[in-house]
């Protein structure tokens, strides 16, 4: 069966840092380019990060960029997102999917997805 699921959200203070973890099940991760999307209430899911299998380029939205880090480690199935001087604005629940390339990460007959992990961000 396959399956990704996603850990290591939670309550953090601004500033503070998360590692957000997807591990998939039943298939394996190397052949596929992996994002990470995020939603928050009321709000449109907006693409977050993704890194791509090919070559493992990475990709990040605007608002990340330079705090957030996206990573793969084969050996174990799982792929990373290190997010540190987190902020308000970062609360959402995160969630982690597959495509074939970044561009069509969640789509189509290879975009799978897991549950979600809630981040929420305050003091």
């Known amino acids: 069966q ?3 699921v ?3 959200g939670g309550l953090v203070q601004p500033g503070g840092s998360l590692r957000l973890s997807c591990a998939a099940s039943g298939f394996t ?3 596929y380019a992996i994002g990470w999307f995020r939603q928050a209430p009321g709000k449109e899911r ?8 090919s070559d493992g380029s ?6 990340v960029k330079g705090r957030f880090t996206i990573s793969r480690d084969n050996a174990k199935n799982t ?3 290190q997010m540190n001087s987190l902020k308000p604005e970062d609360t959402a629940v995160y969630y982690c999917a597959t495509g074939l390339e970044c561009v069509n990460v969640g789509r189509g007959p290879f975009g799978s997805w897991g549950q979600g992990t809630q981040v ?3 003091s």
């Open 120 to 122: 929420t961000v305050s």
């Open 2 to 4: 396959v399956q990704l």
């Open 79 to 81: 792929v990373y997102l």
């Open 6 to 8: 996603e850990s290591g």
């Open 46 to 53: 907006e693409g977050v990060s993704c890194i791509s299998s």
């Open 58 to 63: 990475t990709y990040y939205a605007d608002s």
């Open 29 to 31: 991760l190397d052949y």
